[in-house]
């Protein structure tokens, strides 16, 4: 079964621009969350969509967005970009995304704002 | 603020020897643990969940969970050096929140040859 999924695997950026990531979760897998990962700030939750609404959200500005389509594919969106997003972010794919079901990462997207 | 802990290290031990990886989490909703490791450069990779106290082994892995002390570990026994990376220890929300997985700060272990 193929796993997680994420294009474009390297971006770079100017400050202000915006951006669009995209996650294909495990076939089968309906539940896509996305993480951002600093040195930092480590692991960080952005937010959760499951069959194409958002369930849960973290603690990041409004500048952060994202969707899910009937197909389970998500896509996330970074508007007016600081150089603070350059990170790696990763989605996970989950079943159902219930509090026991594992949740699976892809390969990450690493995007450079300069 | 859910909050979960971990020794940030780094942890040598050497081949063979058992590794010993120690997690506690602030949020006593919580109902599932996860271990994972990360390699430098590359994404998490899940190697062991639990929910229920006690232990439950995988392999040359072993989680432990503990609500009551809301702590977990990682045994890693006969380590070998492809076990060197980050372990990182994720705690599930809890109510209100059970989809959003809390990371602590990882653990870089080496295992030295």
């Known amino acids: 079964k193929a796993g997680v999924t994420q294009t474009p695997r390297y971006l770079i950026k100017t400050r202000g621009q915006q951006v669009t990531l995209s996650c294909s979760p495990i076939?089968?897998?309906?539940?896509v969350s996305w993480y951002q990962q600093t040195p930092g700030q480590g692991l960080q939750f952005l937010f959760e969509?499951?069959?194409?609404?958002?369930?849960n959200k973290g603690n990041f500005p409004g500048r952060f967005s994202g969707r899910q389509f009937s197909n389970s594919r998500s896509e996330m969106n970074v508007s007016t970009l600081e150089l603070g997003d350059s990170a790696l972010y990763l989605c996970?794919?989950?079943?159902?995304?219930?509090?026991?079901?594992?949740?699976?990462f892809g390969p990450g997207t690493r995007l450079t704002v300069l | 603020q859910k909050e979960v802990e971990q020794n940030s290290g780094p942890l040598s031990v050497p081949e063979g020897a058992i590794a010993s990886l120690n997690c506690t989490y602030s949020?006593?909703?919580?109902?599932?643990f996860f271990w994972y490791r990360q390699y430098s450069g590359k994404s998490p990779e899940l190697i062991m969940f639990?929910?229920?106290?006690g232990d439950k082994e995988d392999g040359r892995f072993t989680a432990q969970l503990n609500k009551a002390s809301q702590y977990v570990s990682l045994l890693i026994r006969d380590s070998q050096p492809s076990d060197s990376a980050t372990y990182l220890c994720?705690?599930?929300?809890?109510?209100?929140?059970?989809?959003?997985?809390?990371f602590g700060s990882g653990t870089q272990l080496t295992v030295l040859p």
């Open positions: 996970a794919s989950s079943l159902a995304g219930l509090s026991y079901n594992e949740q699976f």
């Open positions: 076939s089968g897998h309906r539940s």
């Open positions: 969509y499951f069959s194409e609404t958002q369930r």
């Open positions: 949020d006593r909703g919580s109902q599932s």
């Open positions: 639990i929910y229920s106290n």
């Open positions: 994720a705690v599930n929300g809890g109510a209100g929140s059970a989809r959003q997985l809390t």
